[in-house]
């Protein structure tokens, strides 16, 4: 008889996201991506954090009044590295990720061919820049649906 107690797909992807955020070096907000081709292979993962070369105490990870003293000019998103990390072309591609996109996101998103977007937390649902994300989803057939939060522990 085989195991009945194996955790789904869903679970194993979005597992593999949870795991990418604990590479962010933010201290307010670790966002892990992954993404998963039709055939149910990872094909792409990232998390937020400076681009490539820039070293991790370079610039501020505060958020402060001044734009170009706080994180936001700086951090590159979940998203977007893990569309730049990917091994093949993402047409139909699933994007898991741990946090709902920004509209900046989204657009990135779109144009890569990603079809559905599953996610965690949703938690600036009512900020402009994520009604914007909804709408453009919407308009463009990309799908969205939230897992249920889930406790996973990783051990060795």
Sequence with gaps: MKRTDYISWDTYFMGVARLSAMRSKDPQTQVGA???????RIVGIGYNGFPFGIEDDQFPWDKKESW???????????EPNAILNATEPLDNATL?????????????IIQSGIKEVVYLEDKYH?????VAS???FEASGVSTRQLQPMELHITE
Excluded: E, G
Aim: glycine share 0%.
């Design 34 to 40: 992954c993404i998963v081709n039709t055939k149910k």
């Design 68 to 78: 170009l003293d706080s994180k936001y000019p700086y951090v590159v998103h979940a």
């Design 96 to 108: 898991y990720v741990t946090l709902f996109p920004c509209n900046d996101c989204a657009k990135l």
């Design 126 to 130: 009512d900020r402009d820049i994520f």
């Design 134 to 136: 909804r709408r453009m």
